[in-house]
Nanobody
Framework: QVQLVESGGGLVQSGGSLRLSCAASGSIRSINTMGWYRQAPGKQRELVAL???????NYADSVKGRFTISRDNAKNTVYLQMSSLKPEDTAVYYC?????????WGQGTQVTVSS
C-alpha cells in the first residue's frame, strides 16, 4: 500500500501562482510514476502532468508553459508549480503514484482561481 498526502491548494486570483506538494509513504518502489490529475465540477477527471522517477515529464496541452512538475526522489515527493492560473484551472487536484498495474490516489486538494 502507498499513502499520499497532498498540500498547497487554496484560493488565488487569476494570473496568480500556487504550488502543490504530494508526499508518498508506504510500500514505495524506486521506479514509479507520480503526477497530478484534476476534476472540475460536472467534468471528468483529467490528466494534468506526470513525471517518472527518471525525470521524464508529460503535460496536458492546457497547462503546458504554465505548470511545472518536479519531484524529489529522496523524499518521495512530487510538486506542481502552477503559474498564470486561470479560472478554468479551478478543480480538485489529485496526486497519483503508479507502479503498473497499481495506481494510488491522494484525497485531493481544492484549487480555486477567481476572475
Amino acid at each position: 500500500q502507498v499513502q499520499l498526502v497532498e498540500s498547497g491548494g487554496g484560493l488565488v486570483q487569476s494570473g496568480g501562482s500556487l504550488r502543490l506538494s504530494c508526499a508518498a509513504s508506504g510500500s514505495i518502489r524506486s521506479i514509479n510514476t507520480m503526477g497530478w490529475y484534476r476534476q472540475a465540477p460536472g467534468k471528468q477527471r483529467e490528466l494534468v502532468a506526470l513525471i517518472t522517477s527518471g525525470g521524464t515529464t508529460n503535460y496536458a496541452d492546457s497547462v503546458k508553459g504554465r505548470f511545472t512538475i518536479s519531484r524529489d526522489n529522496a523524499k518521495n515527493t512530487v510538486y506542481l508549480q502552477m503559474s498564470s492560473l486561470k479560472p478554468e484551472d479551478t478543480a480538485v487536484y489529485y496526486c497519483i503514484w503508479q507502479y503498473m498495474p497499481a495506481t494510488y490516489w491522494g484525497q485531493g486538494t481544492q484549487v480555486t482561481v477567481s476572475s
